[in-house]
T-cell receptor
Framework: TQLLEQSPQFLSIQEGENLTVYCNSS?????LQWYRQEPGEGPVLLVT?????EVKKLKRLTFQFGDARKDSSLHITAAQPGDTGLYLC???????????FGPGTRLSVLP | ETGVTQTPRHLVMGMTNKKSLKCEQH?????MYWYKQSAKKPLELMFV???????ENNSVPSRFSPECPNSSHLFLHLHTLQPEDSALYLC???????????????FGDGTRLSIL
């Protein structure tokens, strides 16, 4: 069974601070996705990374896929209250398989 | 509007009741999924349907019975549930379930289920 771990589990910061959350596994994934889930809603896809070492930017969010395709990070610059939510990573073990989700990092950005 | 609509949003039922959860997607997707989301646990994949055919049953107890009459609709029939089945049940869809590794999954907002 391929497992994904996410850290930290909880994070509470002030508006304007920077932060990084992590998604780690001992297994290799062919691609990895990051989702954000706000209270009372379903997860919404933020990004998909497929190449080892790949970096993608989405406004103030920077996503990186590890060189060995076993881990990923999400960096948020100048966090805003609208960034509050549960951040989930999901890895695809390989062709013909289904995504495996991590337990999530719950982020709270205080004004 | 997420394109994936789930009803009801909240459901409280006794252990002997029978109820159904409904999911409808308006995205023209061919694959649909049921997930269970419990506090502090990863999303658990329950069932996968691709072109109306069930392609995965992730060791889900028989008290959960899925139904996919067409590519746009997915149901989860519930009967004689246990208290540990209380959770958020999420439906998702994607273009196809395996042909493209970049397949984004579009989620509904879930049904919050409470078993008394």
């Amino acid at each position: 069974t391929q497992l994904l771990e996410q850290s930290p589990q909880f994070l509470s910061i002030q508006e304007g601070e920077n932060l990084t959350v992590y998604c780690n596994s001992s297994s290799v994934f062919s691609s990895l996705q990051w989702y954000r889930q706000e209270p009372g809603e379903g997860p919404v896809l933020l990004v998909t990374v497929v190449t080892g070492g790949e970096v993608k930017k989405l406004k103030r969010l920077t996503f990186q896929f590890g060189d060995a395709r076993k881990d990923s990070s999400l960096h948020i610059t100048a966090a805003q209250p609208g960034d509050t939510g549960l951040y989930l990573c999901a890895g695809l073990p390989g062709y013909g398989q289904n995504f495996v989700f991590g337990p999530g990092t719950r982020l709270s950005v205080l004004p | 509007e997420t394109g994936v609509t789930q009803t009801p949003r909240h459901l409280v039922m006794g252990m002997t009741n029978k109820k159904s959860l409904k999911c409808e997607q308006h995205l023209g997707h061919n694959a649909m999924y049921w997930y269970k989301q419990s506090a502090k646990k990863p999303l658990e994949l329950m069932f996968v349907y691709n072109f109306k055919e069930q392609t995965e049953n992730n060791s889900v107890p028989s008290r959960f019975s899925p139904e996919c009459p067409n590519s746009s609709h997915l149901f989860l029939h519930l009967h004689t549930l246990q208290p540990e089945d209380s959770a958020l049940y999420l439906c998702a869809s994607s273009q196809e379930s395996w042909q493209d590794s970049n397949q984004p999954q579009h989620f509904g907002d879930g049904t919050r289920l409470s078993i008394l």
